[in-house]
């Protein structure tokens, strides 16, 4: 089957399973209910000194309700997948989809709510207003610039932990397989030089990541559509009007002023990563074959990557990762996400930096003990990732001075094992016993 | 760097930096669209009045060689006020990197003390009235605004 006949394939069951579950996710009583007069409790009139509680002292309903473990998955459907601005209903099946993901391998309730709106601004305010719900907020699917503008401000604004996956999740991802393959080909990271092909929200996000890891701003070539960024592009003004974040990046990387097309920006280099466009024939073999001493090429488009991994590793690529999990080294956001959120929720954090983002990365990328060229990022198979990721996150808001609540970082391991455990547990109890009905079972 | 009178070598970075002042106005305001043959006209421009000293001046920053901003400046008449002479910022860019690094504020402290040696008491600057990056820095400069210019299409071009 190729690839177009899987994805029509797949397509097609998506729908006739959407068609008969009607939705993900559910909400299901936490509390035991064994008579209606347990409502009292759960209910008025006992609820109204919980209330009060609350009212006293606002941090208490990270305690006295579910907020400490909930995630709004705020988009407004400009941005979806690959393909564009379908709006939030049509969003909706997506973050669902997040929301599952959240859920099974980080313990994690997370809510869709795709949002209608018409300006910035409007976005802002109303995921403003509902800071007071969730204990973190993860952005998704908005289309750029406007997700540095909401990503920046919310953070600035809120006391809760803000995250846009496809810049945040995507820039950690690829710093933790970035790590391991300059350790598989012994160079260090503040000698290398990096380009990042597409200048849109996952590499902007990379770029100012590996700064915060110790990499050189200098050493990172940036590219886009109209070739290399550099401050004496004629663009640069308008880009200082429309995207500051891709021109303040144009004025401090590329410290060489190297000036020209994409192909220029791979000569010599000693990583690409290359999140641009879905188009096996987009990267060429004679770029890679330009680079530095055992090259390093992310090729990162979805479905497919910019070039395919035999055809970079025949152009002399040493270590190639995709998107894809049918070829080695799948660098994938859901390695990431699920056990951030898991250890900020845990520490009940004001926020999330590039601190905490940088330890992330380092410890998925210890997760691997042997790195080899064909292995630099752990899988979604490897559970025991989640609540060690979630540890060290969790710690590191502690140290950070971010978090509301302090453990040390056994303690926070086993919080998140014990939180995403129970809840596999427990998901697994409505499948065994048939209340969930399997796929398989849909005629 | 030094803020020195341009000379005729300054004129292709200077020509390059008007190009992209209009080109910015252009992105604020369909009604500064440039023209196609902006770069013989600016170099002709230039080459003509590069030396009119009585009614212009023209001010580079140059760093090493490399010119880094620019600066005209018109000296005009006020037959019906006083005082009887104004200096007008015609044009003022400062290319991309060279940023918030203060250069246009040394610049117009440079203009400011050539503006006392000619005993020219008031400063004014001219720019589209959508290009709020000029508005800031000249409002942070402590200017307000003189005088308005209204404009519209009469025939729409395209």
Same mark, same amino acid.
């Given at each position: 089957?190729?690839?177009?006949?899987?994805?029509? !394939?797949?397509?097609?069951?998506?729908?006739?399973?959407?068609?008969?579950?009607?939705?993900?996710?559910?909400? /299901?009583?936490?509390?035991? /209910?064994?008579?209606?007069?347990?409502?009292?409790?759960?209910?008025?009139?006992?609820?109204?000194?919980?209330?009060?509680?609350?009212?006293? &002292?606002?941090?208490?309903?990270?305690?006295?309700?579910?907020?400490?473990?909930?995630?709004?998955?705020? *988009?407004?459907?400009?941005?979806?997948?690959?393909?564009?601005?379908?709006?939030? #209903?049509?969003?909706?099946?997506?973050?669902?989809?997040?929301?599952?993901?959240?859920?099974?391998?980080?313990?994690?309730?997370?809510?869709?709510?795709?949002?209608?709106?018409?300006?910035?601004?409007?976005?802002?305010?109303?995921?403003?207003?509902?800071?007071?719900?969730?204990?973190?907020?993860?952005?998704?699917?908005?289309?750029?610039?406007?997700?540095?503008?909401?990503?920046?401000?919310?953070?600035?604004?809120?006391?809760?932990?803000?995250?846009?996956?496809? @810049?945040?999740?995507?820039?950690?991802?690829?710093?933790?397989?970035?790590?391991?393959?300059?350790?598989?080909?012994?160079?260090?990271?503040?000698?290398?030089?990096?380009?990042?092909?597409?200048?849109?929200?996952?590499?902007?996000? *990379?770029?100012?990541?590996?700064?915060?890891?110790?990499?050189?701003?200098? &050493?990172?070539?940036?590219?886009?559509?109209?070739?290399?960024?550099?401050?004496?592009?004629?663009? !640069?003004?308008?880009?200082?009007?429309?995207?500051?974040?891709?021109?303040?990046?144009?004025?401090?990387?590329?410290?060489?002023?190297?000036?020209?097309?994409?192909?220029?920006?791979?000569?010599?280099?000693?990583?690409?990563?290359?999140?641009?466009?879905?188009?096996?024939?987009?990267?060429? @073999?004679?770029?890679?074959? +330009?680079?530095?001493?055992?090259? /390093?090429?992310?090729?990162?488009?979805?479905?497919?990557?910019?070039?395919?991994?035999?055809?970079?590793?025949?152009?002399?690529?040493?270590?190639?990762?995709?998107?894809?999990?049918?070829?080695? &080294?799948?660098? &994938?956001?859901?390695?990431?996400?699920?056990?951030?959120?898991?250890?900020?929720?845990?520490?009940?954090?004001?926020?999330?930096?590039?601190?905490?983002?940088? +330890?992330?990365? #380092?410890?998925?990328?210890?997760?691997?003990?042997?790195?080899?060229?064909?292995?630099?990022?752990?899988?979604?198979?490897?559970?025991?990732?989640?609540?060690?990721?979630?540890?060290?996150?969790?710690?590191?808001?502690?140290? #950070?001075?971010?978090?509301?609540?302090?453990?040390?970082?056994?303690?926070?391991?086993?919080?998140?094992?014990?939180?995403?455990? +129970?809840?596999?547990?427990?998901?697994?109890?409505?499948?065994?016993?048939?209340?969930?009905?399997?796929?398989?079972? /849909?005629? | 760097?030094?803020?020195?009178?341009?000379?005729?070598?300054?004129?292709?970075?200077?020509?390059? $930096?008007?190009?992209?002042?209009?080109? %910015?106005?252009?992105?604020?305001?369909?009604?500064?669209?440039?023209?196609?043959?902006?770069?013989?006209?600016?170099?002709?421009? %230039?080459?003509?009045?590069?030396?009119?000293?009585?009614?212009?001046?023209?001010?580079?920053?140059?760093?090493?060689?490399?010119?880094?901003?620019? $600066?005209?400046?018109?000296?005009?008449?006020?037959?019906?006020?006083?005082?009887?002479?104004?200096?007008?910022? $015609?044009?003022?860019?400062?290319?991309?990197?060279?940023?918030?690094?203060? %250069?246009?504020?040394?610049?117009?402290?440079?203009?400011?003390?050539?503006? =006392?040696?000619?005993?020219?008491?008031?400063?004014?600057?001219?720019?589209?009235?959508?290009?709020?990056?000029?508005?800031?820095?000249?409002?942070?400069?402590?200017?307000?605004?003189?005088?308005?210019?209204?404009?519209?299409?009469?025939? =729409?071009?395209?």
């Amino acid at each position: 089957m190729d690839q177009q006949e899987r994805t029509k !394939m797949l397509g097609d069951l998506s729908v006739k399973l959407a068609r008969f579950y009607k939705g993900k996710i559910n909400s /299901i009583p936490n509390v035991p /209910i064994k008579k209606l007069s347990d409502f009292s409790v759960w209910y008025t009139p006992g609820i109204a000194k919980v209330s009060l509680d609350i009212a006293a &002292n606002k941090d208490e309903s990270f305690e006295l309700t579910g907020r400490w473990n909930s995630v709004a998955i705020l *988009t407004d459907g400009t941005r979806v997948l690959g393909l564009g601005n379908v709006g939030p #209903e049509a969003a909706m099946p997506v973050m669902e989809g997040k929301a599952l993901i959240f859920n099974y391998l980080g313990g994690v309730n997370a809510v869709p709510i795709p949002i209608r709106i018409s300006s910035q601004e409007e976005f802002f305010k109303v995921a403003s207003a509902l800071e007071s719900a969730f204990g973190g907020f993860n952005l998704e699917d908005i289309e750029s610039p406007k997700c540095f503008f909401l990503l920046e401000s919310l953070q600035k604004a809120l006391s809760i932990p803000v995250w846009h996956d496809d @810049q945040l999740g995507t820039a950690s991802v690829i710093l933790a397989g970035l790590v391991n393959s300059l350790k598989i080909v012994g160079k260090k990271r503040e000698d290398v030089t990096i380009a990042l092909v597409g200048s849109g929200a996952a590499n902007i996000a *990379t770029a100012h990541l590996l700064e915060a890891a110790g990499f050189k701003s200098g &050493n990172i070539i940036m590219v886009d559509s109209k070739g290399i960024l550099q401050p004496e592009r004629e663009d !640069m003004d308008q880009l200082m009007l429309t995207n500051p974040w891709k021109y303040k990046l144009a004025m401090r990387t590329n410290s060489q002023r190297i000036k020209g097309g994409i192909e220029k920006a791979f000569k010599g280099v000693d990583a690409v990563i290359s999140a641009s466009r879905s188009d096996p024939n987009f990267m060429k @073999q004679d770029w890679i074959r +330009t680079m530095g001493k055992d090259p /390093i090429v992310f090729a990162l488009a979805n479905p497919s990557p910019e070039i395919w991994p035999e055809k970079a590793i025949e152009a002399g690529a040493k270590i190639v990762a995709t998107g894809r999990s049918d070829f080695p &080294n799948q660098i &994938n956001n859901s390695l990431i996400f699920p056990a951030v959120f898991r250890g900020v929720l845990d520490a009940r954090s004001k926020g999330v930096n590039f601190k905490v983002m940088v +330890t992330a990365s #380092e410890e998925v990328a210890a997760y691997v003990e042997n790195p080899t060229a064909d292995h630099i990022v752990p899988s979604m198979q490897d559970l025991d990732l989640f609540p060690k990721v979630a540890a060290a996150v969790a710690y590191t808001t502690v140290q #950070e001075k971010l978090a509301r609540k302090t453990d040390s970082r056994q303690g926070f391991y086993r919080t998140a094992k014990e939180i995403i455990d +129970t809840n596999r547990q427990r998901y697994s109890k409505l499948l065994d016993s048939g209340m969930i009905k399997g796929a398989d079972e /849909i005629g | 760097m030094v803020v020195r009178a341009a000379k005729e070598q300054d004129i292709p970075a200077i020509v390059d $930096m008007l190009k992209r002042l209009k080109r %910015l106005n252009q992105e604020f305001d369909t009604h500064f669209s440039i023209s196609k043959e902006i770069e013989k006209n600016a170099t002709e421009y %230039l080459n003509k009045n590069l030396n009119d000293h009585e009614n212009k001046l023209f001010l580079v920053a140059d760093n090493g060689g490399k010119v880094q901003a620019f $600066m005209e400046i018109l000296f005009r008449k006020r037959i019906y006020y006083s005082p009887s002479q104004e200096a007008r910022i $015609m044009e003022f860019y400062v290319m991309p990197e060279y940023r918030m690094l203060g %250069l246009g504020k040394k610049m117009m402290n440079e203009l400011i003390k050539e503006l =006392r040696k000619k005993k020219i008491t008031l400063i004014s600057s001219e720019f589209p009235s959508s290009n709020m990056i000029a508005r800031n820095f000249y409002e942070k400069a402590e200017f307000r605004q003189l005088i308005s210019i209204y404009g519209k299409w009469i025939d =729409r071009q395209n």
